[in-house]
């Protein structure tokens, strides 16, 4: 059974780092490229970051670049999103999720894990 | 950047109702267009990929169609269940963006 599941997050001020992980199990986690992806209070799904299988291509929102860094270790199974000078509207409930094989879309999600930027 | 325009962004519908949802995207995008269902307080849910493949365990009243730049999403006769929030998706190498949602009720 694929499993995805969120840490890490919280509470935190603005203009200081967060660090997200997702810990994969249930498939060949170096296979599959992941995905970073949120849902802001009362707003809709908005992508953030995407990394190949092997982490040789980067993706990132227009709203996240150079601000946040998204990563892999395939020795772990896991994912992690790098979050630094983060912003109240960088206030949402974050997933991550795996792309399906030889397909585009996003097949397995995790319950998501909630950030909160405020003073 | 290709955006993703989805409408209507709610509609309200009687059980047993034909419903359609429409995403245009601003650029050639071919099949490659995806359709999720997201409910509150849990994650959301691949229903079609490539624009018309049925994802596995996916009730058969729910479909897709279309290519290119204009696809449609339909729900041939709503369920309870089926009340939630309904977003397309596409993707270029690594890139990917959502329609702004469309949310179902009843």
């Known amino acids: 059974e694929v499993q995805l599941v969120e840490s890490g997050g919280g509470q935190v001020q603005p203009g200081r780092s967060l660090r997200l992980s997702c810990e994969a199990s249930?498939?060949?986690?170096?296979?599959?490229?992941m995905h970073w992806v949120r849902q802001a209070p009362g707003k809709g799904l908005e992508w953030v970051s995407g990394?190949?299988?092997?982490?040789?291509?980067?993706g990132y929102a227009d709203s996240v670049k150079g601000r946040f860094t998204i990563s892999r270790d395939n020795l772990k199974n896991s994912l992690y999103l790098q979050m630094n000078t983060l912003r109240p509207e960088d206030t949402a409930l974050y997933y991550c999720?795996?792309?399906?094989?030889?397909?585009?879309?996003?097949?397995?999600w995790g319950q998501g894990i909630l950030v909160t930027v405020s003073s | 950047d290709n955006q993703l325009t989805q409408s209507p962004s709610a509609l309200s519908a009687s059980v047993g109702d034909r419903v359609t949802i429409t995403c245009r995207a601003s650029?050639?995008?071919?099949?490659?267009l995806n359709w999720y269902q997201h409910k509150p307080g849990r994650a959301p849910k691949l229903l079609i990929s490539?624009?018309?493949n049925l994802d596995t365990g996916v009730p058969s009243r729910f479909s897709g169609a279309g290519s290119g730049t204009d696809f449609t999403f339909t729900i041939s006769s709503l369920q309870p269940e089926d009340i939630a929030t309904y977003y397309c998706?596409?993707?270029?190498?690594?890139?990917?963006?959502f329609g702004g949602g469309t949310r179902v009720e009843i």
């Open positions: 990394i190949s299988w092997d982490s040789g291509n980067l």
């Open positions: 998706q596409q993707y270029d190498n690594l890139l990917l963006s």
């Open positions: 249930g498939f060949r986690f170096d296979e599959f490229a």
């Open positions: 490539d624009a018309s």
């Open positions: 650029q050639d995008i071919r099949h490659d």
């Open positions: 999720a795996k792309v399906m094989r030889f397909r585009s879309a996003l097949d397995y």
